[in-house]
């Protein structure tokens, strides 16, 4: 969710090389980012009733349910807010909601767009991870759990102090730590996978974003760099090393994942560096 639609469109093609799909209703605009022919995100404006309220340019990510009603009763019963309620749309029945600590995110039924499925998590283009920076951690990890049925992952043998896997199933589907004091709300942040974390990067800075590279490498020699766009979303990219310049992060930020496997930062030599399916 966007305040300038067409320079977030142009924005994330030249970064992560998506095109752009209508799928626009008489009532609503909106457009679906393709990766390959296939649906990876959607783009639309902020609304203005959100701006009114503080809004501000933002991914958001859909969880899927099978009862919106129920869902949205449960949401408020555990201590979180309904922002827009079931409201019946282009891409299937949806409710903007929050967690007990504001992180938003939203509800989906009768989804009318073929989501992302698992297996198609580590293709370039796509969503590579989901992971939420939490106020309060024990807190917003036991709303998550208790509202969708989520599970703490067992088994992660890579795990950095402080964090912790959501597991629905077998399958491990996103992770969350505290979140920094000079980050103002929780928020949920989402992985974009690029061929070369490099080039990205250098694509991101060029199209008027930020973007700070972390100097770890993660497991499978993936590395990550935590960027915001030219409208003020926060996103983040993984890939490949292209080169061998070295970024470091705009503050000091621990710990850093990649579908569910975590590494601290490797020693360096010399002083550290000082220094995180969606919709925009």
Known sequence: MTTDVAAAAAFYRDVVGWRTQEASTPKLPYSVFTADGVPAAGLMELPEEGRKLGARPRWEGYVG?????????????????????????????????????????????????????????????????????????DREFAFYCELFGWQKADGEPDAVAGYRAFSSGSLVIGGAFKKRPDEPVPFWLFYLNVEDIDAAVERVRAGGGKAFRNEAELLGGLSVARCVDPQGAAFALQGRRGRTAKMGWSTEWGGFSSRGRLVAPKPRRGPPSSSEGSEN
């Open 65 to 137: 349910v099978t009862n919106m009603h129920a869902t949205v009763d449960r949401v408020k019963r555990l201590g979180g807010t309904v922002y827009v309620p079931p409201t019946d749309t282009n891409i299937g029945l949806i409710s903007v909601v929050a967690d007990p600590n504001a992180a938003t995110f939203a509800l989906v039924d009768h989804l009318r767009i073929r989501p992302q499925q698992p297996a198609e998590s580590g293709k370039i283009g796509r969503i590579g991870w989901n992971e939420l920076l939490a106020a309060d951690l």
